[in-house]
């Protein structure tokens, strides 16, 4: 080829004497010598200049020195072969790119299926819709930034027709800003890539669509073995990711996933010194929050001395599920709509099994999971912590969590299966609804003084917290006084009210001055007032002669107390909008 004359890229034109090839490219063409001794990163650096190439390696280890950046569509079939990395720069990154952000000059309802801009699109485009505005609160990230990513399906203008509409609406369109996602299709598969000194990551995936890694084992990273970030529609699939560093330093993760939309992990195997996987955010052009993230049938792990979450999520993830994995740590609930079912979770550290931290909102669902506190190697004393840092900051969003179906093994030093507090003083707290059903227990639950423990919310001016209890199960070593359900708010004093039945009035009168309008619910599971079939509702609930309704299906009326502690005498406690609580027990089932 006479234009080739005195080009020589090393592997595929020589001089004007071109290759001739069909398929894929080997990277042995370019020199690799895959003796784990010979530096083959030219040879590497040369088969990825081709551009989009399926690249085939043999099932040798190839050294390496310097980043392995792949900037084009790359299919890349390992056969076995092992990279290793031999300095701090030496990592492989996947980079695309991202459009500079334009503005968008039309507020945007939720759900809506066009958006207009100061530029059009084209069709197929991923899009990212960002708010630059920070919207979190000073308890969380300051960073976090409302946004998504769309799809076009056809463009008119400077107007964008998107797939399925958006998800929320946007109508302060000050900071919106719309960016053109630039993104690579990769797939990676059958690959070992080592290297424990790397900056940051061994394997890095940034502005990619529609790619596969699978069989693939990443060991190493100062901070994380493996990222994927402000990326679409990833698979990653029969994989393991091991990172092991000072487990006191830093996040380090196994895996970490940033501002990406549909990412599937599946059938993997991911441990990180501090965390196994990370799912958060950044500040930078394009973040915006996880969306449907998928982690099925996975290894979780973690370095127990950490003692931090094996599977951390930070407030800026919606709609993350965990499903089928083997979780040998404790967990992170966070930001919206997050989901953990059908789990093993076992804890080997002293802190909660399950903590409820940086939630924005939405459902939050623990179902069906076993979840098993005997390892725990301290004296924390709660399976379930709702703390300060999920509720104490000045916020009005609504979140309900679902606890359902799940089997806790606990141990004697277990006081509380669920914790949940709010910081005094603050006034707009999430609106937090609980619902408790068909839980059952094994091991040792003797410690046990409460199932429900909550602090500081206001029940009625402010309707901070609704509590539904579902086919309540016992075991066999529970104390009998154990509480279902206990507010505990301070120094509370006030008239104890007892409801033995239907439709029971008493007059009361409290002291000026008592602490609070509060509420207990207490089962003593004495058989001769607790039996099968109960179901109670405790609503419409005040003072002065009013009724408290109380509905039972069998039999003699289970201990319900009220205790009512108003600032004056005649005081109206509760009203029909204020109390949502109720207790339903389709059976009681005693287990050894």
């Given at each position: 080829?006479?234009?080739?004359?005195?080009?020589?890229?090393?592997?595929?034109i020589?001089?004007?004497?071109?290759?001739?090839?069909?398929?894929?490219?080997?990277v042995k063409?370019?020199?690799?010598k895959?003796?784990?001794?010979?530096?083959?990163?030219?040879?590497f650096?040369g088969?990825?200049?081709?551009?989009?190439?399926?690249?085939?390696?043999?099932?040798?280890?190839?050294?390496?020195?310097?980043?392995?950046?792949?900037?084009?569509?790359?299919?890349?079939?390992?056969?076995g072969?092992?990279?290793?990395?031999?300095?701090?720069?030496?990592?492989?990154?996947?980079?695309?790119?991202?459009?500079?952000?334009?503005?968008?000059?039309?507020?945007?309802?939720?759900?809506?299926?066009?958006?207009?801009?100061?530029?059009?699109?084209?069709?197929?485009?991923?899009?990212?819709i960002?708010?630059?505005?920070?919207?979190?609160?000073?308890?969380?990230r300051?960073?976090?930034?409302?946004?998504e990513?769309?799809?076009?399906?056809?463009?008119?203008?400077?107007?964008?027709?998107?797939?399925?509409?958006?998800?929320?609406?946007?109508?302060?369109?000050?900071?919106?800003?719309?960016?053109?996602?630039?993104?690579?299709?990769?797939?990676?598969?059958?690959?070992?890539?080592?290297?424990?000194?790397?900056?940051?990551?061994v394997?890095?995936?940034?502005?990619?669509?529609?790619?596969?890694?699978?069989?693939?084992?990443?060991?190493?990273?100062?901070?994380?073995?493996?990222?994927?970030?402000?990326?679409?529609?990833?698979?990653?699939?029969?994989s393991?990711?091991?990172?092991?560093?000072?487990?006191?330093?830093?996040?380090?993760?196994?895996?970490?996933?940033?501002?990406?939309?549909?990412?599937?992990?599946?059938?993997?195997?991911?441990?990180?010194s501090?965390?196994?996987?990370?799912?958060?955010?950044?500040?930078?052009?394009?973040?915006?929050?996880?969306?449907?993230?998928?982690?099925?049938?996975?290894?979780?792990?973690?370095?127990?001395?950490?003692?931090m979450?094996?599977?951390?999520?930070?407030?800026n993830?919606?709609?993350?599920?965990?499903?089928?994995?083997?979780?040998?740590?404790?967990?992170?609930?966070?930001g919206?709509n997050?989901?953990?079912?059908?789990?093993?979770?076992?804890?080997?550290?002293?802190?909660?099994?399950?903590?409820?931290?940086?939630?924005?909102?939405?459902?939050?669902?623990?179902?069906?999971?076993?979840?098993?506190?005997?390892?725990?190697?301290?004296?924390?004393?709660?399976?379930?912590?709702?703390?300060?840092?999920?509720?104490?900051?000045?916020?009005?969003?609504?979140?309900?969590?679902?606890?359902?179906?799940?089997?806790?093994?606990?141990?004697?030093?277990?006081?509380?299966?669920?914790?949940?507090?709010?910081?005094?003083?603050?006034?707009?707290?999430?609106?937090?609804?609980?619902?408790?059903?068909?839980?059952?227990?094994?091991?040792?639950?003797?410690?046990?003084?409460s199932?429900?423990?909550?602090?500081?919310?206001?029940?009625?001016?402010?309707?901070?917290?609704?509590?539904t209890?579902?086919?309540?199960?016992?075991?066999?070593?529970?104390?009998?006084?154990?509480?279902?359900?206990?507010?505990?708010?301070?120094?509370?004093?006030?008239?104890?009210?007892?409801?033995?039945?239907?439709?029971?009035?008493?007059?009361?009168?409290?002291?000026?001055?008592?602490?609070?309008?509060?509420?207990?619910?207490?089962?003593?599971?004495?058989?001769?007032?607790?039996?099968?079939?109960?179901?109670?509702?405790?609503?419409?609930?005040?003072?002065?002669?009013?009724?408290?309704?109380?509905?039972?299906?069998?039999?003699?009326?289970?201990?319900?107390?009220?205790?009512?502690?108003?600032?004056?005498?005649?005081?109206?406690?509760?009203?029909?909008?204020?109390?949502?609580?109720?207790?339903?027990?389709?059976?009681?089932?005693?287990?050894?």
């Amino acid at each position: 080829d006479g234009a080739q004359s005195g080009v020589n890229n090393g592997g595929t034109i020589f001089n004007g004497w071109v290759r001739q090839y069909d398929g894929a490219v080997n990277v042995k063409w370019f020199g690799a010598k895959g003796d784990g001794i010979t530096d083959d990163t030219d040879a590497f650096l040369g088969a990825l200049s081709l551009g989009a190439i399926i690249l085939e390696l043999q099932p040798k280890t190839y050294s390496f020195s310097q980043e392995l950046l792949i900037n084009k569509d790359i299919t890349l079939n390992g056969n076995g072969a092992k990279l290793i990395g031999t300095t701090a720069a030496a990592r492989v990154r996947v980079l695309g790119a991202l459009q500079d952000e334009i503005a968008i000059t039309a507020p945007i309802a939720s759900g809506a299926g066009s958006i207009t801009a100061t530029n059009t699109f084209n069709k197929h485009d991923i899009i990212i819709i960002r708010d630059d505005t920070d919207y979190s609160y000073g308890q969380h990230r300051s960073y976090y930034k409302v946004g998504e990513y769309v799809k076009v399906t056809s463009t008119t203008g400077s107007v964008f027709n998107i797939e399925g509409g958006t998800r929320r609406g946007y109508s302060d369109i000050t900071n919106l800003k719309a960016s053109r996602l630039l993104p690579l299709r990769v797939t990676i598969s059958d690959l070992t890539i080592v290297n424990l000194n790397a900056a940051d990551y061994v394997l890095g995936l940034y502005y990619v669509k529609d790619s596969v890694i699978s069989n693939c084992t990443i060991e190493g990273g100062n901070l994380r073995a493996a990222v994927i970030n402000k990326s679409y529609n990833v698979s990653v699939t029969d994989s393991e990711f091991e990172h092991e560093i000072d487990p006191t330093a830093g996040y380090n993760y196994g895996l970490s996933v940033n501002n990406s939309h549909a990412i599937t992990v599946s059938r993997c195997k991911i441990h990180g010194s501090r965390h196994a996987t990370g799912i958060g955010g950044d500040n930078e052009n394009g973040a915006v929050q996880n969306y449907m993230l998928h982690f099925y049938d996975c290894l979780l792990s973690n370095s127990v001395a950490s003692n931090m979450y094996v599977a951390d999520i930070h407030g800026n993830s919606e709609n993350t599920t965990y499903s089928g994995c083997d979780i040998q740590g404790a967990i992170a609930v966070a930001g919206e709509n997050t989901t953990y079912i059908n789990n093993s979770i076992y804890l080997l550290t002293d802190r909660p099994a399950i903590d409820l931290t940086e939630v924005i909102g939405g459902e939050m669902r623990i179902e069906g999971n076993i979840v098993d506190v005997t390892g725990n190697s301290g004296t924390y004393n709660k399976v379930i912590n709702g703390s300060s840092s999920s509720f104490s900051e000045d916020i009005t969003y609504d979140v309900t969590y679902v606890v359902k179906n799940n089997v806790f093994a606990l141990s004697s030093k277990i006081d509380y299966l669920i914790l949940l507090y709010k910081a005094a003083g603050i006034v707009n707290a999430a609106v937090l609804n609980l619902i408790y059903e068909n839980n059952r227990f094994r091991n040792d639950c003797s410690g046990l003084v409460s199932i429900v423990k909550s602090y500081n919310y206001d029940y009625v001016t402010k309707k901070q917290e609704f509590i539904t209890i579902k086919d309540f199960h016992r075991h066999a070593s529970m104390p009998s006084n154990v509480q279902i359900f206990v507010k505990a708010a301070g120094t509370v004093t006030g008239t104890l009210l007892t409801l033995p039945k239907i439709g029971y009035t008493k007059t009361v009168s409290t002291a000026v001055g008592d602490y609070a309008k509060t509420i207990y619910f207490t089962f003593p599971f004495d058989y001769g007032t607790y039996k099968p079939g109960y179901r109670a509702a405790l609503r419409n609930c005040s003072v002065n002669g009013s009724t408290y309704p109380f509905v039972e299906l069998n039999g003699t009326a289970v201990g319900v107390n009220v205790t009512v502690t108003s600032g004056n005498t005649g005081e109206t406690f509760g009203g029909a909008r204020d109390w949502e609580v109720s207790l339903e027990f389709g059976g009681s089932e005693i287990l050894a």
